[in-house]
């Protein structure tokens, strides 16, 4: 497989950025459009006999996090409906966000990314993704949601479970 980072929900003018930085590390960028979503990470990132049709697992991490939340509201004394309602907001929030995938990356190669985004304009990327067995067979939306809820969960655990979220 070709080394490749796959390009979600990025503007026009931060999309050339990450395509000049992949250029200079000799690395594929593809964009992939909103009506790609539904196509699994694979199928995109053009692995051998990977399906276009994407297998989702049931459980997602939505329902992860709307549990966690519940629980962490109830033992900071908040009303859980409230922190739940605020988290899916910035779960929302959050799947609208700039997320790479890096497909066919070594260690080596995705420390040179990494290093490269943080000294560059694209240094605010919060979702970020290597392709994996696991979830080469996802949908690209549902990576998206599944980082997007990881990305709410940690930043809550940071701040606290309901204090983080209402200070957004």
Not at 35 to 64: H, M, T, Y
Not at 95 to 117: P, Y
Request: charged share 25%; net charge neutral; with cysteine.
């Amino acid at each position: 497989m070709l080394k490749t980072v796959l390009a979600l929900n990025f503007r026009p003018d931060r999309l050339q950025a990450l395509r000049r930085l992949c250029m200079i590390l000799k690395v594929n960028c593809r964009e992939v459009p909103l009506e790609s979503f539904n196509d699994s990470i694979g199928f995109l990132a053009g692995a051998k006999d990977c399906p276009r049709e994407a297998v989702n697992p049931a459980e997602n991490a939505e329902d992860k996090l709307t549990g966690a939340l519940e629980e962490a509201a109830a033992k900071a004394g908040e009303d859980p409906e409230s922190v739940k309602k605020a988290a899916l907001q910035l779960l929302l929030d959050a799947a609208q966000k700039e997320m790479t995938v890096l497909c066919g990356f070594d260690m080596h190669l995705l420390n040179r990314f990494l290093a490269a985004v943080k000294k560059s304009p694209l240094q605010d990327i919060e979702l970020k993704a290597m392709l994996t067995p696991t979830n080469s067979r996802w949908s690209a939306r549902h990576l998206l949601q599944e980082l997007a809820a990881e990305h709410v969960y940690m930043h809550q655990k940071e701040n606290g479970a309901a204090k983080g979220l209402h200070n957004k």
